[in-house]
């Protein structure tokens, strides 16, 4: 298709090729010539409310004051920005708008990087004719849990309450009152308390609105910062970590045009508080006598040296497994992924908790980014809430069909994407697989899984409609764990359906865990080796690439390793910042495997309920204290950045599997980051040519799809975005550097050299070649479900009970609760009114808990959330969950019968 024809237009006597429908103030920025503006956000429609872009404009009658914001170019335009009228009606504007605006500058949180402040310098008036008493009015007002609104300050731009309409459609704040008494103001029965709030604060143009979190903390003029990435969730928004004083105060967005779009949730945004946190793990423990006390690292290295020579001698490798490192960078997944093969010559690691995908599935089918999600012609969503699971994700696909996307959404519980999605088909909790199978069969014409055959071939029809030859063109699956009370078995055979029938759909894993694509391509699951490679297929090459034969068997993923502990056959555990008493699915299992292995090292930031039963606690850095890489779920690399000093002596994670090595006699090969990017760009397949050097690029801020060549970088894209509108996130004053490179060198061309079989070197062998998923479709039938039961689901929330939230003073008491939600008639049949006790029974395991009645559940499914908040004990643990306590790892579906308490 050939590119439209660019329209000319005249900008203060410069020609300019503008785009066909751009806005007069995009075409005037992208030319060099700035309009000032309050209301305008590239990210949201134009409204030309503020006015302060009022720029003369030609047309039929001669020149006229005109928005820049809201008026599209036309062929043959003339623009004035500077003329005597456009600079007499921008300084009315702003001298209006200074009215009643209060001269608090040195106190406002804004101060020093407020658009009000530089505007009214560059474009106001120089002085004030009102010499009357200004307006006041009660401040702060708390109009959310995370928002403080001072209402003598806004300017009414609306671009709040645009942004909780238009981008969040959590449309809970708007403008109340008229005149000089109007207000933004949240609904009367119901507090701001949207995922997304804290966006408002960033985007407001004056100090109207503020967080607490960083409310008087600090002034621009002392803040440093770089440029990282968020490692809340697997999305991998691209933020700005600012410090003060050594400590951190404030996560800002970045306009990263293929990921957040400048936009972050909440938790992601104010996580940063958990580094600061007053219990964060400082110096290595040992146990002495039944207590933990504080060792030097080379006492500690030194009990962990002496416990895997112990766990070697009386059950070799086997007896020695590896969980978690979702939480850690790429270059230290890897170093522990060779730690692991080469060193403990064990293959049982798995960086997921038994609540993820099997890693040969998620790392062989065709992925899709999040671009192509965003313009796919269907979306078909199996997975959980996604504004729940990952947030940002979510407001790109609700952007999507927004512009057009159908969006089928295959779920047993009602969600965000319930509302946006073109149909919903309600299957049974643990029969995804069945529904499935019958939408993409042509013949299937009865009901199944709950689900209508109406239902059914109007799904087909969404599905086929526009198809442009082979079966799932334009389609994208949003492939996801919908509960944690099933086993990933339904919806691995629902891929394997799917990608049989669909050759053409492309699949966008959605695991939660920050880095867990990062850790299983860089070989933290069984069967896997670094680069997306099956360690069966592999093995020789990476034994040569590693100098050291690796495990000749396939080791146990997570449920496996919990149940060799539990069963005594496990003689080592190591938790890579894992805490599976919290977030392995099934507490009893997790508990026995803790309690029955001989010895247990942890490796964390923080202490948990998991590392409390450790026998070696060793303290790493975390987030905004690493440099390094991570991956997200699209596959994009993208730079990490410390900006602050891990507290005490704790280090990073490869260096405690580099000197553990050491004192095992061993060398993993490398000494520094650098040297580790180096050899994870040699030997895995899927990162061939991904270079700090590249990264650093244009081409490569907004990071890098592996493998490389997979999707276009496009590099003008972010540096017209961030040229587009300098006002549109006060606060980012400079992220063009991100601190030093990892290293100075020459830059590997994109997308690498030679073909697909790489050489390592002269005279070496082939790198394998990359993982393919090759599914076969199989549809266990699931458990009848009898008439005294009820099918549990267990889903995620945003504000859960983990590490991160807990550590945060603004996000703990946002925690979920732990209530059981349960149809409205079905609590009346019970004789149970909405907030009293329930026993629940699942086979031999049983928990009491709270009740909550919602109308959106089917009558025989009951919800439970997963690690939700909970009250703690006086020596600072948690209660189990009734989740955690009811399901049981490898059930195909958790049943559970409901019983009054007498």
Known sequence: MSAPEPVHVVVDGHAVEAEPGELVIEAAERAGVYIPRFCYHPRMEPVGMCRMCLVEVSGPRGFSLQPACYLRVAEGQEVVTGSPKA????????????????????????????????????????????????????????????????????????????????????????????????????????PFSSYFSGNTVQICPVGALTAPAYRFKSRPWDLEQVETTCTTCSVGCRIVAQSSAGALVRYLGVDADPVNQSWLCDKGRYGFEAVNAPDRLRNPLVRRDGTMVPARWHEALGEVAAGVRHAHGTGGGAAIGVVGGARLSNEDAYAWSKLARVVLQTDSVDAQLGDGLPAELVLGLPRATIDEASSARVLLVLSGDLRDELPVLYLRLRAAVGRGSALVECSPLAGSTSTLATLRLAHRPGEVAQLVAALVSHDAATDVAGVSADELRRARDVLDAGDSGRRGSGVVVVLGRPSLAESADGIAAAAALLRAALPAARFLPALRRSNVFGALDMGLAPGVLPGRVVAAEAASWFADAWGAPLPAERGRDAAGILAAAAA?????????????????????????????????????????????????????????????????????VSRLAAKVIPPGTAWPAWTVASEL???????????????????????????????????????????????????????????????????????????????????????????????????????????????????????????????????????????????????????????????????????????VAPGEMLKVRAGGREAEVGTVADDTLERHVVALPANPGRARSDDGTAAPSAASLLVEAGASVTDVRLETII
């Open 568 to 636: 005594g056959d496990l003689k080592m555990l190591v938790l890579l910042g894992a805490d599976p008493l919290a977030d392995f699915p099934d507490r009893e299992l997790a508990k026995a495997a803790l309690e029955g292995v001989p010895f247990l090292v942890a490796l964390g930031t923080h202490p948990d309920a998991s590392s409390a039963y450790a026998d070696v606690v060793l303290p790493v850095s975390g987030d905004a204290e690493r440099s390094g890489t991570t991956t997200n779920l699209e596959g994009r």
């Open 661 to 831: 090595a050491r004192r095992l006699e061993a060398d993993l090969g490398f000494d520094n980051l650098e040297s580790i990017s180096e050899e994870i760009e040699r030997v895995a397949p899927a990162y061939r040519g991904v270079s700090p050097e590249l990264l650093a690029r244009p081409g490569g801020r907004d990071g890098l799809v592996v493998p490389l060549g997979a999707v276009p970088v496009e590099i003008g894209r972010r540096a017209a975005a961030r040229r587009l509108d300098p006002m549109a996130t006060p606060g980012i004053t400079a992220t063009d550097e991100q601190g030093a490179p990892l290293r100075v060198g020459a830059a590997v061309p994109l997308g690498g050299a030679g073909d697909d079989a790489v050489r390592s070197g002269d005279g070496a062998p082939p790198r394998p070649g990359l993982l393919e998923w090759v599914p076969t479709p199989a549809v266990a039938t699931a458990p009848r479900l009898d008439a005294y039961s009820y099918r549990l689901v267990v889903r995620r929330s945003l504000y859960d009970g983990g590490t991160l939230v807990g550590a945060s003073p603004s996000l703990a008491p946002l925690a979920v609760q732990d209530v059981l939600a349960v149809h409205p008639a079905e609590l009346a049949r019970l004789g």
């Open 87 to 190: 600079r007499k009606a921008q300084e009315g504007v702003l001298e209006f708008l200074l009215v009643n605006h209060p001269l608090d500058c040195p106190v406002c949180d804004k101060g020093g990087e407020c658009p009000l402040q530089d505007q009214a310098l560059s474009h106001g008036p120089g002085e004030s004719r009102f010499v009357e008493e200004k307006r006041h009015w009660a401040k702060p007002i708390a109009i959310g849990p995370l928002v403080y609104l001072d209402r003598e300050r806004c300017i009414q731009c609306a671009r709040c309450t645009r942004f909780a309409d238009e981008i969040a459609g959590d449309a809970s704040i708007d403008f109340a009152f008229r005149g000089p008494s109007i207000e933004v103001s949240p609904f009367p029965d119901r």
